[in-house]
């Protein structure tokens, strides 16, 4: 499969000392890959790096195209979704509002509607709750929410910032089933930061292990689940 996204020698930070030293690595057009490390790592500082966030230098392309000097909202524009840690979603106003903000760079209001229906066929909670306030919804169902608003965007690559993050297994289980329906059904490709690295291993194709702001391991995700140093560190057996 031809990249979707490269990076190269990607470096970034958020002061003098860099926290990226360097990094390479790709995401296939349509498919899944995963960044996996430890807290501290990088892997947060990676995804906002991609989103022109903060300071960086290197070399980036989407679709062919050098990205790494365009504004954040131009890179959304180019079609790239951010869900970030945290979710990022507006509190104080309801499902319905903060979806639509997702859509904001769009002009077609008829896909916009299109579109909506289509994310309540991924996450049918959303539009029983479509006028609830955002605040006001469980943990899993402000992660449903984030990713729907950044699929809004209609990205061809969505970046998703510990998807798992403090939610119950059930939880978790689904969303990650939902994501791999929207790889498959969308052909949207992913690039998904986790710390859970059995979970992100399941959904991805390929996978780069992060240390201290360098890539350690890179492989096919298959590859990576029998390598003996991730299984120690991070998988846990």
Do not use: W
């Not at 180019?78 to 945290?86: E, S």
């Not at 029983?128 to 919804?137: D, S, V, W």
């Amino acid at each position: 499969m031809p990249a979707l996204l490269e990076a190269r020698d990607l470096r970034a930070g958020y002061g003098p000392p860099d926290v990226l030293h360097g990094i390479d690595f790709t995401v296939e057009e349509g498919g899944v890959t995963a960044l996996l490390g430890a807290n501290g790592a990088g892997k947060t500082t990676t995804l906002r790096a991609l989103c022109g966030m903060i300071r960086r230098s290197g070399r980036i392309t989407l679709g062919g195209e050098r990205i790494e000097r365009a504004a954040t909202e131009e890179i959304v524009r180019r079609g790239v979704g951010h869900v970030p840690d945290g979710r990022g979603t507006f509190l104080e106003l309801s499902v319905e509002e903060n979806l639509r903000l997702g859509a904001y760079t769009r002009r077609d209001r008829a896909g916009v509607a299109a579109d909506m229906e289509r994310m309540f066929g991924y996450f049918p909670r959303l539009q029983e709750r479509l006028r609830q306030q955002a605040g006001t919804l469980s943990g899993g169902e402000q992660q449903m929410l984030a990713i729907a608003r950044a699929l809004l965007v209609k990205p061809r690559l969505l970046l998703l910032d510990e998807p798992s993050f403090g939610l119950a297994p059930l939880i978790v289980r689904e969303i990650f089933h939902i994501l791999r329906r929207i790889n498959a059904e969308e052909r949207t490709s992913i690039l998904v930061v986790e710390q859970n690295a059995s979970l992100a291993l399941d959904l991805a194709d390929h996978a780069f292990l992060l240390e201290t702001g360098r890539i350690v391991v890179s492989g096919t995700a298959s590859a990576i689940r029998q390598d003996e140093t991730v299984r120690r560190s991070y998988l846990g057996y």
